[in-house]
């Protein structure tokens, strides 16, 4: 891993910061690409560094947007939690033999999408449920958790493109 990557990764997570406080796109939906991010981490990261870097990128974006700690950690870490097992189900276990990072023309675009999707949904699924805690009706939580999930899937295709840009051109 060159020390691209980890400035990226900050830069984006800044990004990240900047659109939580300054883009509020309405009530309905929420966009947050760190799922993605974490995702898409190399595959020689461990899950308990894995684990690590969630957790330390949820606290800071929490302590620099809502203020409210631990909302967006709660989501981030089952997502780095189950991040081996979703790369199992998408791509298939060549991935952790080869020790072959997630770019989009190697392993190809659904799979990839289905992979985003996959750690989306379920950083959305933990980020509605304990956001509404109860006090939210349901359908407020199911339109939210859909608007959200449609729109952050779709920035975060193009941040994992972001990410792993220097990767595509080693494959060419």
Same mark, same amino acid.
């Given at each position: 891993?060159?020390? &691209?990557?980890?400035?990226?990764? =900050? %830069?984006? @997570?800044?990004?990240?910061?900047?659109?939580?406080?300054?883009?509020? %796109?309405?009530?309905?939906? /929420?966009?947050?690409?760190?799922?993605?991010?974490?995702?898409?981490?190399?595959? &020689? @990261? !461990?899950?308990? *560094?894995? $684990?690590?870097?969630?957790?330390?990128?949820?606290?800071?974006?929490?302590?620099?947007?809502?203020?409210?700690?631990?909302?967006?950690?709660?989501?981030? /870490?089952?997502?780095?939690?189950?991040?081996?097992?979703?790369?199992?189900?998408?791509?298939?276990?060549?991935?952790? !033999?080869?020790?072959?990072?997630?770019?989009?023309?190697?392993?190809?675009?659904?799979?990839?999408?289905?992979?985003?999707?996959?750690?989306?949904?379920?950083?959305?699924?933990?980020?509605?449920? @304990?956001?509404?805690?109860?006090?939210?009706?349901?359908?407020?939580?199911?339109?939210?958790?859909?608007?959200? $999930?449609?729109?952050?899937? *779709?920035? !975060?295709?193009?941040? =994992?493109?972001?990410?792993? !840009?220097?990767?595509?051109?080693?494959?060419?």
């Amino acid at each position: 891993m060159n020390l &691209k990557f980890p400035l990226t990764y =900050i %830069l984006l @997570v800044a990004a990240q910061i900047l659109l939580a406080n300054y883009l509020n %796109l309405s009530q309905y939906v /929420v966009l947050c690409f760190l799922p993605a991010m974490i995702l898409i981490l190399p595959i &020689k @990261v !461990s899950t308990i *560094a894995a $684990l690590c870097i969630a957790f330390a990128t949820g606290m800071v974006t929490d302590f620099f947007t809502t203020g409210i700690l631990g909302l967006c950690t709660v989501g981030l /870490v089952p997502v780095a939690l189950c991040r081996n097992w979703i790369i199992q189900l998408v791509f298939g276990s060549e991935l952790f !033999s080869r020790q072959e990072d997630i770019n989009i023309p190697r392993q190809g675009m659904p799979k990839v999408i289905l992979a985003t999707l996959i750690a989306t949904g379920l950083y959305f699924l933990i980020f509605t449920w @304990v956001d509404g805690a109860g006090t939210r009706p349901l359908n407020f939580n199911l339109i939210r958790f859909g608007a959200s $999930l449609a729109v952050s899937t *779709a920035v !975060s295709i193009y941040i =994992i493109h972001i990410l792993t !840009s220097e990767e595509v051109r080693r494959w060419r």
